[in-house]
């Protein structure tokens, strides 16, 4: 006899997924156009940056990610004993109250400060979403669900960071200040469409018999980290260009408002390359489409590499643009991957590990990017690619070699 088709999914299961996805595009569209702006914002200027104003710059930013980082293991761990939604709100309410709060001031022990608190409300966010996205999918949709978050997820930082570099070519920068209003304007619009989409909806139970360490020690787990790990390293790379893209661009004469618009022609792909990597690990396996994905982030390295050497040729250019698509494999496969090895009574917490990482992975590169071209110049910059390429290599390594280690009785899991 037949299979019967997997049901599609109820209102109750459908509405809380278009919930996630349409805050997730709220949420990272405001941080998306505060981050382009804030190095100016910091600096009181777009161009020209030091070396001091580089360090000032990158310490500031550097605070949200150490703030995250820091305290997202709570967060998930809330999430799991009191509810996803419930934290999910608060962690949106209390962004959208510090992002009008940082448009009052200019001070840089100050915006150190709220940068700080805003990486905790950061983690608050991302952490409860992802068990969201995971506990509601289809079991053989997992990948294609995480492709749409992913999608909504860089759609907004994208739009986010297009709009931001837009405004550096059109607002002087003592006015600079209206972003962050935006961005509050937006949370607070993301936390309204959340809210009213999952009004009167079954909530989660609060877990009587809850243990801390009982859901933090499986997080960190073995074939969670083999997983995990590779976004740190992803993301010291990805964190140095958010935070100086747009006064980079500036100071060699590159237009904010053709960096936008650049940057916006490129969104488009995501909302449909994302779901169809997704797709395509639930059919062809994990692992596949996460090799896919660092191959791609290695090739990302060696064209910027050959970039800053030889300036923008075309070849290079297209080189580039192939890689970039070939490591968009990457996000969507290894959250499924991540959401097939938690269980549901620890979910956000084990979800919280790829929060932790990408955020510790922004500071480290923010860090390690600055500090080795202050040292060395260009040479460093070639110094920080191949460290981090050379890292994602052998990552990759280890988590073929401990499936390859695992014996299979029947069928490859989902996970693999």
């Known amino acids: 006899m037949a299979t019967p088709p997997a049901a599609r999914p109820t209102d109750e299961h459908a509405r809380p997924l278009l919930a996630v996805f349409g805050a997730t595009f709220f949420v990272r569209f405001a941080f998306g156009i505060t981050i382009a702006v804030f190095a100016s914002y910091i600096l009181l200027r777009s161009t020209n940056l030091g070396q001091s104003d580089v360090g000032e710059a990158g310490f500031v930013s550097a605070m949200a990610s150490v703030g995250e980082f820091s305290t997202v293991l709570l967060s998930g761990a809330a999430a799991d004993r009191f509810g996803r939604f419930p934290v999910l709100f608060a962690g949106m309410g209390s962004a959208a109250v510090l992002l009008a709060v940082v448009a009052t001031t200019r001070s840089s022990v100050a915006l150190a400060a709220l940068n700080f608190l805003f990486g905790i409300a950061s983690g608050a966010i991302l952490a409860p979403s992802l068990a969201i996205v995971a506990s509601r999918s289809r079991s053989d949709e997992v990948g294609f669900e995480m492709g749409r978050f992913d999608a909504m997820n860089l759609f907004g930082w994208i739009s986010g960071f297009a709009f931001g570099f837009g405004i550096l070519g059109v607002l002087p920068n003592r006015s600079l200040g209206v972003v962050f209003w935006v961005g509050s304007a937006s949370l607070g619009l993301g936390l309204l469409f959340a809210y009213l989409l999952t009004r009167g909806l079954p909530r989660q139970v609060p877990a009587r018999l809850f ?151 922004m500071l480290l590169g923010l860090l390690a990017s600055t500090g080795l071209y202050d040292l060395l110049g260009r040479p460093g910059l070639y110094l920080f690619f191949g460290t981090v390429a050379t890292a994602l290599v052998l990552l990759t390594i280890a988590r073929h070699r401990e499936l390859a280690s695992v014996a299979v009785a029947t069928v490859t899991t989902p996970a693999r």
């Open 211 to 361: 243990s801390f360490a009982g859901v933090v020690r499986p997080a960190f787990r073995r074939s969670v980290l083999l997983v995990t790990l590779p976004w740190l390293v992803i993301y010291m790379l990805i964190g140095t260009a958010l935070v100086f893209l747009a006064t980079s661009a500036t100071g060699i004469g590159i237009s904010p408002v053709y960096l936008a618009l650049g940057i916006a022609a490129g969104g488009a792909v995501l909302i449909v390359s994302q779901p169809l990597f997704g797709r395509l690990s639930d059919r062809v396996g994990r692992m596949r489409m996460m090799t896919v994905g660092a191959t791609g982030f290695v090739s990302v390295m060696l064209f910027a590499s050959l970039l800053v050497a030889y300036g923008p040729q075309v070849p290079l250019l297209a080189g580039l643009g192939l890689s970039v698509l070939a490591a968009l494999a990457y996000g969507p496969a290894a959250l499924a991957a991540l959401a097939d090895l938690s269980s549901e009574v620890g979910r956000a917490t084990t979800m919280a590990i790829y929060s932790l990482t990408i955020s510790l992975g």
